[in-house]
């Protein structure tokens, strides 16, 4: 199997420039959860993940808030394949789950760690469109399927 051209497809599209910005927003969201260490942040994350990762991605407030931006800046529109954009949104539904829980129980370092990890990620599609996503998906794919 070839481990480096392997990602999740979809039938969905999305504006890339909305992805990127989403990506933003957790970034900063999580710069205020290391200062804070407020358990409320991260548990916002994880619903909003959730709701990205599933079927309910128009409800999630944070792909509203970076739609609605996205419609007032002078960017053309973007559209790839929702596939990778779905799975990396399992990713941080996961993590940020990690996070909250790691948060709740008193975990600070690894709350923080892990904070790190998803903020690292988020900094990569922000600033540069990089999916980890789609790098790690290869992995979880053997995981899950043999090679026949």
């Given at each position: 199997m070839k481990t480096y051209a392997l990602c999740p497809i979809s039938d969905k599209r999305i504006n890339e420039r909305v992805a990127r910005l989403n990506g933003l927003f957790t970034v900063l969201l999580l710069i205020l959860f290391v200062f804070t260490h407020q358990w409320f942040i991260p548990a916002f994350l994880a619903i909003d993940f959730l709701m990205r990762s599933g079927n309910l991605s128009k409800f999630?407030?944070?792909?509203?808030?970076?739609?609605?931006?996205?419609?007032?800046?002078?960017?053309?529109?973007?559209?790839?394949?929702?596939?990778?954009?779905?799975?990396?949104?399992?990713?941080?539904?996961?993590?940020?789950?990690?996070?909250?829980?790691?948060?709740?129980?008193g975990y600070n370092f690894l709350s923080l760690?892990?904070?790190?990890?998803?903020?690292?990620?988020?900094?990569?599609?922000?600033?540069?469109?990089?999916?980890v996503a789609c790098e790690i998906y290869p992995y979880v794919y053997r995981l899950f399927y043999k090679e026949q």
């Open positions: 999630s407030p944070i792909g509203f808030s970076s739609r609605n931006i996205i419609k007032i800046l002078p960017l053309e529109e973007l559209l790839i394949n929702a596939g990778p954009k779905i799975f990396a949104a399992r990713i941080g539904l996961i993590i940020s789950s990690a996070i909250l829980v790691a948060s709740l129980v760690s892990l904070a790190a990890i998803l903020g690292l990620f988020s900094f990569l599609e922000a600033a540069f469109g990089l999916c």
